[in-house]
């Protein structure tokens, strides 16, 4: 499980570089097609966790969490956070996030 602290990175990072829904659909959508797949939403939630990872093990020591402790998160364990996030989100079950689902409050 990803921890409460590596969440909050991520959140307060995606929200200094968005401004409201439509900007952070252009900027997730890297293929332009007006939705975010599982793949374009975890290349830009996994943003966080490569800037955090300061060696490249592809593990998130608790040094390099922010505050310096908590349990280690492996890059495979983030991702499969990030693709029940999605799961969740994606209210119509058609695996793509449209501006709609973007902008739901997260399940």
Known sequence: MLG????????GLVQAQVRDT???????DTDANATVSLAEYQQWMGYAFERMDRN???????GE???GRGRAVTRQAH???LAAAFKR???????VLDAR???????
């Open 89 to 95: 989100q994606d209210l119509d079950g058609n695996g």
């Open 22 to 28: 439509g900007d952070y659909l252009a900027r997730m």
């Open 101 to 107: 689902e973007l902008a739901a409050p997260p399940q």
């Open 79 to 81: 991702l499969a956070t």
């Open 56 to 62: 490249g093990d592809g593990t998130l020591s608790p």
């Open 4 to 11: 409460a602290s590596l969440w909050l990175a991520v959140a």
């Open 65 to 67: 969490l922010p505050g």
